[in-house]
T-cell receptor, first 116, second 109 residues
Framework: KAGVTQTPRYLIKTRGQQVTLSCSPI?????VSWYQQTPGQGLQFLFE???????NKGNFPGRFSGRQFSNSRSEMNVSTLELGDSALYLC???????????????FGEGSRLTVL | KNEVEQSPQNLTAQEGEFITINCSYS?????LHWLQQHPGGGIVSLFM???GKKKHGRLIATINIQEKHSSLHITASHPRDSAVYIC???????????FGTGTSLTVIP
């Protein structure tokens, strides 16, 4: 059974640009959640999707957005990039309706974004 | 204000030692997770707890809901246990995830 796949693994952008990251969950998992990890702030929750609906959102500005498709694949987008957006972006999938409540979290390897 | 506090931040142990990592949280929760992250980024879920105690091999996780505290124990530690261990909770209001800052464990042969 394939794990959670995130693409791209590494990318470099400049300030003001936008970026789209992709996450393919484990087959059969319908819940996808996204996280940002930085050395200064550690892991922070971005948002969570189940059956194409955003269930909840962390404390991030509106520049951070996401969506989920009917095949459960999810994308997140960051517009008008800032230097502080440089981070490892992780997604996790879960079999449950609420990620991490009714099901274990399975993480992807992450997408490492560098903003210059 | 940190909703999740972990201790210690750093821990060095000799191979074979018994290790305990502590996690305290301040919000009502529906689940608590212990995560392991090796250098290079990949995160693995070790345990998901809502009550009591769980055991996987040499790892044991306990939670006390009334005291809002959880512990992760590693028995007979091994160098391959060297990693960052992160405590995460899912709040039962708003369904937010909160993370501890992690405990960096180094096990010396």
């Amino acid at each position: 059974k394939a794990g959670v796949t995130q693409t791209p693994r590494y990318l470099i952008k400049t300030r003001g640009q936008q970026v789209t990251l992709s996450c393919s969950p484990i087959s059969g998992h319908r819940s996808v959640s996204w996280y940002q990890q930085t050395p200064g702030q550690g892991l922070q929750f971005l948002f969570e999707y189940f059956s194409e609906t955003q269930r909840n959102k962390g404390n991030f500005p509106g520049r951070f957005s996401g969506r989920q498709f009917s095949n459960s694949r999810s994308e997140m987008n960051v517009s008008t990039l800032e230097l502080g957006d440089s981070a490892l972006y992780l997604c996790a999938s879960s079999a449950g309706q609420l990620a991490g409540v009714s099901g274990e979290l399975f993480f992807g390897e992450g997408s490492r974004l560098t903003v210059l | 204000k940190n909703e999740v506090e972990q201790s210690p931040q750093n821990l060095t142990a000799q191979e074979g030692e018994f290790i305990t990592i502590n996690c305290s949280y301040s919000v009502g929760i529906s689940a608590l997770h212990w995560l392991q992250q090796h250098p290079g980024g990949g995160i693995v879920s070790l345990f998901m707890l809502s009550s009591g105690k769980k055991k996987h091999g040499r790892l044991i996780a306990t939670i006390n809901i009334q005291e809002k505290h959880s512990s992760l124990h590693i028995t007979a530690s091994h160098p391959r246990d060297s990693a960052v261990y992160i405590c995460a909770v899912r709040s039962n209001t708003g369904n937010q995830f909160y993370f501890g800052t992690g405990t960096s464990l180094t096990v010396i042969p």
